[in-house]
């Protein structure tokens, strides 16, 4: 339980994240952004591995390049189904799903879960 609310809290300062960078990409509140990115996180479990399975010929074809597009696409998915969470344009939701796994990749980096030192002792 403890991982999914880490996860969850890295998404939400992701998706915050992105909102401040990628013009076109805005949350209203703190309501939306927590809505936003519980639904981004299951979007992207559930939806995104079928749309990247199905669109598999064509990312190969152009050297896993589409697969922008897929991601951008599940972005959009999100913010449509969250009120609050806005994405103007295709390109914002493709810069904007880039933003936000970048920046959820470093910090979930930096706050492992359960990467506690061990503590060893020597005698």
């Known amino acids: ?3 999914f609310v880490l996860h969850w809290a890295v998404l ?3 998706l915050w994240l992105t909102s401040q960078v990628v013009p076109g990409v ?3 509140g703190w309501g ?3 809505i ?3 639904v981004l996180g299951v979007v992207n479990t559930i939806i995104r591995p079928v749309m990247t399975f199905m669109t598999l010929p064509l990312t190969i074809l152009t050297l896993g390049l589409f697969y922008l ?3 951008g696409a599940a972005f959009g998915l999100a ?3 969250v009120p609050g969470f806005d994405v103007a344009s295709f390109l914002a939701a493709v810069l904007g799903a880039l933003v936000t796994g970048v ?3 470093v910090a979930g980096a930096v706050v492992k879960p359960g990467a506690s030192p061990a503590v060893t002792r020597r005698g």
């Open 1 to 3: 339980m403890t991982s």
């Open 12 to 14: 939400a300062l992701a």
């Open 26 to 28: 805005t949350v209203a």
């Open 32 to 34: 939306a952004l927590a």
């Open 36 to 38: 936003g990115s519980a």
């Open 69 to 71: 597009v897929v991601n």
């Open 79 to 81: 913010a449509a189904l």
């Open 103 to 105: 920046a959820a990749w």
